[in-house]
């Protein structure tokens, strides 16, 4: 069963604009990592934040983590065009990785 | 480069005939998977392996099989395809290492099967 679950299933913005990825999950976990896909490529890893973080930056990516809610949440800001793509969380308990079903980003220019 | 490559990328099938996909990583990680993508499903996963010689079922067994004799290699094997399995497959390796330091998994190109 699927354990992070990626809110909305899709997202379309201007070039410029800032968006925001949601996702929540059931059980707890060691770490949470978001990553990307271009259309019927494999998936790229962007981030990892760990269960102990609150926060993490890389770039124009912002990740946060609430595990008292069991949801994190995917910045990027200024999006460009190249940004379009499928993003998905993944959650790691410890011996697999677990994924939801992702949110198609469209970036428009 | 570090890499996973996963072959063939593309293979049609016809239903019953046994089939292999290949995947190896040359960064000498502990962890590989084999996951499915399925249109509004996302990736479930099939079989990982924390090791070699040790494998454990995932979400999406049946039907499927696996080995991990050596460490650089986790082939998917399909003894008896069924049009069900016709998808989207990619093969991803990680080691604790790289989990510790916050790089995550590696992925595959992919492999997209049909069974007819």
């Known amino acids: 069963s699927q354990q992070g679950e990626e809110d909305p299933q899709a997202l379309s913005i201007q070039e410029g604009e800032n968006a925001t990825m949601n996702c929540s999950y059931k059980?707890?976990?060691?770490?949470l990592q978001w990553y990307r896909q271009n259309s019927g490529r494999g998936l790229v890893h962007l981030i990892l934040?760990?269960?102990?973080?609150r926060e993490k930056h890389s770039g124009r990516l912002r990740v946060t983590l609430d595990t008292s809610k069991k949801s994190s949440s995917l910045l990027i800001t200024a999006s460009r065009a190249a940004d379009t793509a499928s993003y998905f969380c993944?959650?790691?308990?410890?011996?697999?990785?677990?994924f939801g079903a992702g949110t198609r980003l469209t970036v428009k220019p | 480069e570090a890499q996973v490559t996963q072959n063939p990328r593309y293979l049609i099938t016809v239903t019953g005939k046994k089939l292999t996909v290949t995947c190896s990583q040359n960064?000498?990680?502990?962890?590989m998977s084999w996951y499915r993508q399925d249109p509004g499903l996302g990736l479930r996963q099939i079989y990982y392996s924390m090791n070699v010689e040790v494998t454990d079922k995932g979400d999406v067994p049946e039907g499927y099989k696996v080995s991990r004799k050596e460490k650089r290699n986790f082939p998917l094997i399909l003894e008896s395809p069924s049009p069900n399995q016709t998808s989207l497959y990619f093969c991803?390796?990680?080691?604790?290492?790289?989990?510790?330091?916050?790089?995550?998994?590696?992925f595959g190109s992919g492999t997209r099967l049909t069974v007819v």
């Open positions: 993944a959650t790691d308990a410890g011996g697999d990785m677990r």
């Open positions: 934040i760990r269960s102990n973080e």
């Open positions: 991803a390796s990680s080691s604790s290492g790289q989990m510790a330091s916050g790089y995550g998994y590696t």
């Open positions: 059980t707890s976990i060691n770490n």
């Open positions: 960064m000498n990680h502990e962890y």
